[in-house]
């Protein structure tokens, strides 16, 4: 279905209206290395000392330790590595917006996903790292 033929319905319009405008402002990650910080809705962020948005969402990160947060920001302020201000409390605390999912899946699975999965096994496993460009896994299998 094509956005430039005649809208039967309502939603066509709207979409093409916004693909016309041009989103104000855009979902964004940040990561924050302040201590005794969590990032809260409804806090405001603030970018060169002007306040450009607000935290939708934030928590301590058990996986990275650090807080970590979702926050809405203007189209042309959303590039990772632009370092904002997040108020809470009357103070501000630094913060940096980063790329999205905040952990990479090799993390993941490394640490949490595969002793999950090769336990359910009743396998013994024993993990070989190596730690080269990129992380290679080896799995050595001994029956118990």
């Known amino acids: 279905m094509s956005i430039k033929k005649p809208a039967t319905r309502l939603w066509i319009t709207k979409l093409a209206k916004v693909k016309e405008d041009k989103p104000y402002c855009r979902l964004v990650g940040f990561i924050s290395d302040a201590k005794r910080f969590i990032p809260r809705s409804h806090y405001k962020i603030f970018i060169d000392g002007e306040e450009a948005g607000f935290v939708t969402s934030g928590n301590l990160s ?83």
């Open 62 to 144: 058990p996986t990275l330790g650090k807080p970590i947060g979702l926050g809405y920001v203007p189209w042309d302020k959303r590039e990772a590595g632009t370092k904002i201000e997040i108020e809470a409390r009357g103070k501000r605390f630094p913060a940096e917006i980063v790329k999205l999912p905040f952990v990479k899946l090799s993390t993941l699975y490394r640490f949490y996903l595969a002793p999950k999965l090769l336990s359910s096994f009743g396998v013994f496993y024993k993990f070989v790292i190596y730690f080269n460009l990129n992380v290679s896994i080896i799995f050595s299998a001994i029956l118990a």
